[in-house]
């Protein structure tokens, strides 16, 4: 059997050869017959005692559209045994193929704002001949210039752009049609999606905060009115995975987010978990009266990073881990002007930070804790102000860590820890009952202190800094 390809209106296939000899005894007077007006066979008869005779197969695709064309051949010689023999010629002709990129477009704007950036389709003829094609839609927030084109393998684009104008908060899809009646693939679609973030407000438009991060999407801030947010749907507030923003209006002096939480009754402020939030935000929140078993404020656990936490007060929260926040699992995440104060752990009074995983194959991102005042938070054994453990990477920078008291380490408790820095901090009046008043650096693991006061810390063992 043959195959040949060719593209539309473009050139013909290489010829091939098929190969035709006498594998018996006498002489092979061989003829060939076919009845196909696109293939030429030369030659068309011949003759054989053995030897092999080749006969070339000729295309010519003038005037054929795109589609397969199939060609039997027959040869015969009426005194050979096994005549006649069939080959099988098979012809494809490939038409226009149309390509688009992207397959999808995303545009994001904000309600009463500006229209977004405009954006580029490519569309290509990937087949033979000329693709003749035409775009059309039928959203009226969407424009495409040009609607229509043509191309022989060269890319054509066109632009997408929005018009939001009387548009609400939401979420509108689309879709794009490109055609040729004469492409071997029309219709291609192109899916667009224009997500309307919007700001959403507790409790003008909505009574507690976790109704506002479940009705929102990503990209859409919601702000929080002053006031004290207490119960159900203002406590074990979750993300939901959202990358959003959620802060106060004016800042954590005017607003507060009491968990109420008791040992029976067991609640903590916020609550992240097994999600992606790189584009997750935090802001302007006290986060007190917290009780529960880890994260006492905020509990973030395998989040892939974590999110950003910014110019919040934590204080006077309860737990076994993180009295103020719980790290575990994650990679990366920030923790940021921040007030971590009167907090009570077993481990970790005011943060709590273990096991971190990579983000990006083999590396690992370090927590970031900066410009934070981390003061008078208690661990019954590690880390009075901050407890890194079993193979965590944090970065502690600009930060004041005082007045924190712990077992092990009243400021800051380093125990199988891995790579982290402490970089222009003061850590200062910490006590530890037993090592390393100031730091505790244990079990191993390789921890830089950097351009930073250690002075006033007491402990029965390291006053200021004690490795184990």
């Known amino acids: 059997d043959f195959d040949f390809i060719a593209l539309e209106d473009a050139a013909n296939p290489a010829d091939q050869i098929l190969t035709i000899h006498n594998a018996g005894g006498a002489v092979l007077n061989w003829q060939i017959s076919e009845a196909c007006g696109w293939l030429a066979v030369n030659p068309t008869s011949g003759v054989s005692t053995g ?12 005037g054929l559209n795109w589609g397969t064309y199939n060609c039997e051949l027959t040869i015969a010689d009426p005194y050979a045994m ?23 477009l995303s545009f994001t704007a904000f309600e009463g704002g500006e229209n977004p950036d405009n954006q580029i389709l490519s569309i290509r003829n990937i087949g033979g001949s000329v693709l003749n094609w035409q775009a059309d839609e039928t959203c009226d927030w969407l424009q495409l210039n040009p609607t229509s084109g043509s191309s022989a393998g060269e890319t054509d684009q066109t632009t997408i752009s929005i ?12 879709t794009l049609t490109i055609s040729d009646p004469y492409a071997m693939n029309t219709p291609q679609t192109v899916n667009v999606q224009l997500l309307m973030n919007g700001t959403l407000y507790v409790t003008a438009d909505f009574p507690t905060i976790q109704a506002a991060i479940d009705a929102s999407k990503d990209g859409d801030i919601i702000v929080v009115a002053n006031g004290t947010y207490t119960g159900n749907g203002n406590r074990d507030i979750d993300f939901n995975g959202k990358s959003i923003i959620v802060h106060s209006e004016n800042g954590p002096e005017f607003c507060t987010i009491n968990s109420g939480g008791t040992p029976l009754q067991p609640h903590r402020g916020f609550y992240f978990n097994d999600k992606d939030y790189s584009n997750a935000l935090l802001e302007g929140f ?6 529960i ?22 204080r006077n929260n309860t737990a076994e881990r993180g009295g103020g926040l719980y790290y575990s699992g994650c990679d990366g995440g920030i923790i940021e002007d921040c007030t971590v104060s009167d907090n009570t752990a077993d481990n970790g ?26 003061i008078r938070n208690t661990a019954t054994d590690y880390g009075g102000g901050i407890c890194s453990y079993n193979g965590n990477d944090v970065d502690i920078v600009n930060c004041l860590l005082g007045a924190n008291l712990a077992d ?13 820095n402490v970089k222009n901090c ?37 006053l200021g800094w004690e490795i184990a």
């Open 293 to 314: 078993d880890d994260g006492g404020g905020i509990y973030c656990s395998d989040c892939y990073p974590a999110p950003t936490i910014r110019h919040c007060i934590i």
């Open 163 to 174: 018009d939001i104008t009387g548009l609400e908060w939401g979420i509108y899809d689309c």
């Open 408 to 420: 092990y380490g009243g400021g800051i408790s380093f125990a199988w820890s891995d790579t982290s």
């Open 426 to 462: 003061t850590i200062t009046v910490n006590t530890a009952v037993q090592n390393g008043g100031g730091v505790d650096c244990s079990d191993g693991g390789y921890v830089q202190i950097i351009n930073s006061i250690l002075e006033d810390d007491s402990a029965t063992y390291g």
């Open 82 to 104: 096994n005549t006649p023999q069939t080959v099988e010629v098979t012809l494809q002709v490939i038409g226009p193929i149309i390509e688009l990129s992207p397959l999808e």
């Open 51 to 62: 030897e092999p005779n080749q006969v070339v197969l000729s295309v010519d695709i003038s």
């Open 286 to 291: 006290t986060i007190t009266s917290g009780d």
């Open 349 to 374: 009074g005011g943060i709590y930070s273990a096991s971190s995983w990579p983000l990006e194959g083999d590396i690992s991102w370090p927590m970031e804790v900066r410009n934070c005042v981390i």
